[in-house]
């Protein structure tokens, strides 16, 4: 069974950029679509990126797309999430999932994921 934690969230200025990273335990990390998600204060658990078990399909939510870039390096056990252009709208705990379905559409939906992380904070001042 592979664990999640994610690193990497801090506080930050809007315009500024973080790079999260979610660390997996357990030598099955490359057999899982990756993904990343976030919640704010009161608001749902919402999708923001996705990439597949080789490295492939990127895929973003439209409110991040162009601003924030996923990646994994399998050797490492790890997926990234790069944000640059931060903004208020960005703060919120953010949470890495894994999943073993593959489904055609990527690991974009909550319930979708098998396994999540504990979540790493990310805030971001006016």
């Known amino acids: 069974q592979v664990q999640l934690v994610e690193s990497g969230g801090g506080l930050v200025q809007a315009g500024g950029s973080l790079r999260l990273s979610c660390a997996a335990s357990?030598?099955?990390?490359?057999?899982?679509?990756m993904g990343w998600f976030r919640q704010a204060p009161g608001k749902e658990r919402e999708f923001v990126a996705a990439?597949?078990?080789?490295?492939?399909?990127?895929y973003y939510a439209g409110s991040v797309k162009g601003r924030f870039a996923i990646s994994r390096d399998n050797a490492k056990n790890t997926v990234y999430l790069r944000m640059d252009s931060l903004n208020p709208e960005d703060t919120a705990v953010y949470y890495c999932?894994?999943?073993?379905?593959?489904?055609?559409?990527?690991?974009?939906?909550?319930?979708?994921?098998?396994?999540w992380g504990q979540g790493t904070q990310v805030t971001v001042s006016s």
């Open positions: 999932a894994a999943s073993l379905r593959h489904l055609s559409s990527g690991l974009v939906r909550v319930n979708d994921a098998d396994l």
């Open positions: 990439i597949d078990w080789s490295g492939g399909r990127p």
């Open positions: 357990g030598r099955t990390f490359s057999n899982y679509d």
